[in-house]
């Protein structure tokens, strides 16, 4: 099984940066994405950004431009650079890992969150 911690996440003014990084550990599958979630009280998770194994990446047209998303493959870890934060961009911010191939093909990970609170 893998686990995938958030870390990263705390209080920042508007306009501030933050970065959000994802650390997996245990028996790592092979990965189809890695992404990064986010959630607010009352809403279901929506897609802030994810990247394909290959570069590829996508991402939510509310943070094109602010955010960037990037991966360590060597290291298991994933990253959220999030530039002139708003406040709507507050939420608890949750990292998956999908998997390609293998018995949880298709499977998402996900982990436990981190809260970010973006102030003006």
């Known amino acids: 099984q893998v686990q995938l911690v958030e870390s990263g996440g705390g209080l920042a003014q508007a306009g501030e940066p933050l970065r959000l990084s994802c650390a997996a550990s245990?028996?790592?599958?092979?990965?189809?994405?890695m992404g990064w979630y986010r959630q607010t009280p009352g809403k279901q998770r929506e897609l802030v950004a994810n990247?394909?194994?290959?570069?590829?990446?996508n991402y939510a047209d509310s943070v094109k431009g602010r955010f960037t998303i990037s991966r360590d493959s060597a290291k298991n870890m994933a990253y959220l650079q999030m530039n002139g934060l708003k406040p709507e961009d507050t939420a608890v911010y949750y990292c998956?890992?999908?998997?390609?191939?293998?018995?949880?093909?298709?499977?998402?990970?996900w982990g436990q969150g981190t809260q970010v609170t973006v102030s003006s």
């Open positions: 245990g028996s790592v599958p092979s990965i189809f994405a």
């Open positions: 990247i394909v194994t290959g570069g590829l990446t």
């Open positions: 998956d890992l999908r998997v390609l191939a293998g018995r949880n093909s298709g499977d998402d990970y």
